[in-house]
Structures are given as structure tokens and as C-alpha cells.
């Protein structure tokens, strides 16, 4: 079955610095989403990602999943407090089937 | 359209009891599914709904759950005979076909 491997499980970060969080899949990707969730409410889409090797960004969040369709990565430039919260990837095995989620990954960004 | 909604935000029961959920998806939306989250993971599949065909169901979903979409539309989620272990967030999500999960903002569910 599909594994998500995410890390770090938490991160606590200093404003205005740079993070990454990375998701790790145990089988190729059919598509990857990256979602944010605050404490005690529901997932808020960030981005999708399908082909490999694509990138996109949203304000100041990029994401980018690896050529070989296994392992994505969500890039933070200048942490603001409003970044904090759960993120979370979900992996779409096969076009067909629901969403696969990892653990999560807790940020925090203090001033 | 307002996105998903679900109700109620917060559920309180007495262990033993029967509860029901209900989530409205956006309306355009063929596919709608269950999640269930507990504290320190992401969200575990329940269920899926294509239109009003229940397509696929989790191994933990007990006999004690059951879900309906009725018409296509909104989907309850029911539980008989809650116990503690129950005590999660349950979160409904709509998508059309395979693109575009949206999510609700959940009903917490605590058995006491």
C-alpha cells in the first residue's frame, strides 16, 4: 500500500528564515498535494502537482515534486507567523483512488 | 458556491450513543469522501462516494459506521454504539472526478 514519508515531523523557525519540507513516497506519484490545516480545522489546498520535474509557487510557498515522481518538497522563503500550522502531502497513486496522507509536518515560526 | 460544509463543528456523546454527521460538498462535485484524523496524524481514509455509489471502504470502517449520499448530493456519516476510540476529527472532502480535493472544516467528535 501507499506509505508518505514527511520530515521533519516539526520544525520551529525564527521569522524571516527559509524552510523546507519534504515528503517522501513509496511508490510513484500520480499526483502529489500539499495542504495546510490549523489546529482543530479543516485542510486548505495549497498545490497540486502532477508531471515530474514541475514547480509552482504561491506567494512566497514553492513546491516541487522529482523528476522520478517519488519525492516532493515544499519550500517556505521568509517565514512569516502566518505559515504556521500542520502541512501536510497527499498522494493520488493512481488517478483513481483517495487521497494517501503522511503524518504531518507541525510548523512554527517565532519572532 | 461556499465550498464543503459540514455539521455540526463539534459533537459531544456519551459512549454507547449513535451519532450522525453530515457534509455538503460543492455542488458540481461527482466525488465525495470521509477522512477520520486524530491527533498527531494526517487524515486516514473511510469512505468514497462517486455520485450516489459508494465506491470504496477502509478497513477501518467498522460495522458501526455507515454512510450514505442519497441523490448525489450531501453525505451523512454515521456511527452506532460510539466508543473512545471513536474521539476524532472526521473530515469530509468533494472533488470532481480525480481532481481537486476540496475539505470541509470538519466535526471533532469527542465520546465521553
Known amino acids: 500500500s501507499q506509505e508518505l514519508e514527511q520530515s521533519p515531523q516539526s520544525l520551529i523557525v525564527q521569522e524571516g528564515k527559509n524552510l523546507t519540507i519534504n515528503c517522501t513516497s513509496s511508490?510513484?506519484?500520480?499526483?502529489l498535494y500539499w495542504y495546510k490545516q490549523k489546529y482543530g480545522e479543516g485542510l486548505i489546498f495549497l498545490m497540486m502537482?502532477?508531471?515530474?520535474?514541475e514547480e509552482k509557487s504561491h506567494e512566497k510557498i514553492t513546491a516541487k515534486l522529482d523528476e522520478k515522481k517519488q519525492q516532493s518538497s515544499l519550500h517556505i522563503t521568509a517565514s512569516q507567523p502566518s505559515h504556521a500550522g500542520i502541512y501536510l502531502c497527499?498522494?493520488?497513486?493512481?488517478?483513481?483512488?483517495?487521497?494517501?496522507f503522511g503524518k504531518g509536518t507541525r510548523l512554527s515560526v517565532i519572532a | 458556491d461556499t465550498g464543503v460544509s459540514q455539521d455540526p463543528r463539534h459533537k459531544i456523546t456519551k459512549r454507547g450513543q449513535n451519532v450522525t454527521f453530515r457534509c455538503d460538498p460543492i455542488?458540481?462535485?461527482?466525488?465525495l469522501y470521509w477522512y477520520r484524523q486524530t491527533l498527531g496524524q494526517g487524515p486516514e481514509f473511510l469512505t468514497y462516494?462517486?455520485?450516489?455509489?459508494?465506491?470504496?471502504k477502509s478497513r477501518l470502517l467498522s460495522d458501526r459506521f455507515s454512510a450514505e449520499r442519497p441523490k448525489g448530493s450531501f453525505s451523512t456519516l454515521e456511527i452506532q454504539r460510539t466508543e473512545q476510540g471513536d474521539s476524532a476529527m472526521y473530515l469530509c472532502?468533494?472533488?470532481?472526478?480525480?481532481?481537486?480535493?476540496?475539505f470541509g472544516s470538519g466535526t471533532r467528535l469527542t465520546v465521553v
Open positions: 497527499g498522494a493520488d497513486n493512481s488517478g483513481n483512488t483517495p487521497l494517501v
Open positions: 462516494f462517486q455520485n450516489e455509489a459508494q465506491l470504496e
Open positions: 455542488s458540481e462535485h461527482n466525488r
Open positions: 472532502a468533494s472533488s470532481l472526478s480525480q481532481w481537486g480535493y476540496t
Open positions: 502537482l502532477q508531471k515530474g520535474g
Open positions: 511508490k510513484t506519484l500520480y499526483g
